[in-house]
């Protein structure tokens, strides 16, 4: 008897399509790191990317779904980070590991700053729109859930007695989030800020 065969694969994007969707996510980086959201314009970013709107809607559906792409592959990027840190901290002891990787999820690195603000002018709007925050809130609980899968993988560690993955995981970020607005401007409050968080998260966690 011959084997069931699984149903057709989804067709893939034609290439032209993905070259288009990078170079419009490229074009609307630059100008939401340099200008911010709300002084952004789809018409400013067709304009840098090259595209006319048609381009930009056959790919996205308003500013709002783009710069949650955005926001999205950036989570992604930070995910893949720590479990590589995981991986290199595996001979530390446990405290040790975990003072690492809470310092590394708490830290701002420079070119960390424009997202940042960039991500609390958007909480903010979010704040004044039913439909922003449920997309907002479906973005946190994606990245979330993501989180606690690395945390229940390679980093039990993390996970308090009494808690689960998912719990340490929504506790992690919110603290990263908090810091992060208050450290975005750098210095040495910022660093002792940091420092002081990491020590207490870590002890707490470990």
């Known amino acids: 008897m011959n084997p069931p065969q699984d149903g057709p694969a989804a067709p893939r994007p034609p290439r032209r399509r993905v070259h288009t969707r990078a170079r419009i996510l490229a074009a609307a980086s630059d100008l939401f790191l340099s200008v911010g959201f709300a002084r952004t314009s789809i018409e400013d970013i ?5 595209y ?5 809607y056959s790919n996205f ?3 709002e779904d783009l710069l ?3 926001f999205d592959a950036q989570a992604a990027d930070r995910m893949a980070e720590l479990e590589q840190l995981a991986a290199a901290g595996a001979a530390m002891t446990a405290p040790e590991r975990a003072r690492r990787l809470v ?3 708490l830290r701002v690195e420079p070119a960390e700053t424009g997202w ?3 991500f609390l002018e958007f909480r903010l709007l979010a704040a004044r729109s039913p439909e922003l925050a449920a997309r907002v809130a479906e973005h946190d609980r994606a990245v979330s859930s993501a989180l606690a899968a690395v945390l229940e993988r390679t980093l039990p560690e993390l996970v308090p007695a009494g808690a689960d993955a998912a719990q340490a995981a929504e506790v992690i970020l919110a603290a990263r989030e908090g810091l992060l607005a208050r450290t975005a401007a750098g210095g040495r409050a910022a660093e002792q800020l940091l420092g002081a968080t990491a020590a207490v ?3 707490l966690l470990a």
């Open 46 to 50: 067709c304009a840098a990317a090259g």
């Open 52 to 56: 006319t709107r048609g381009a930009f």
């Open 61 to 63: 559906a308003s500013k």
């Open 68 to 70: 949650l792409a955005l």
């Open 103 to 105: 310092e590394a999820l």
């Open 116 to 118: 940042i603000l960039l």
């Open 201 to 203: 998260l870590s002890g």
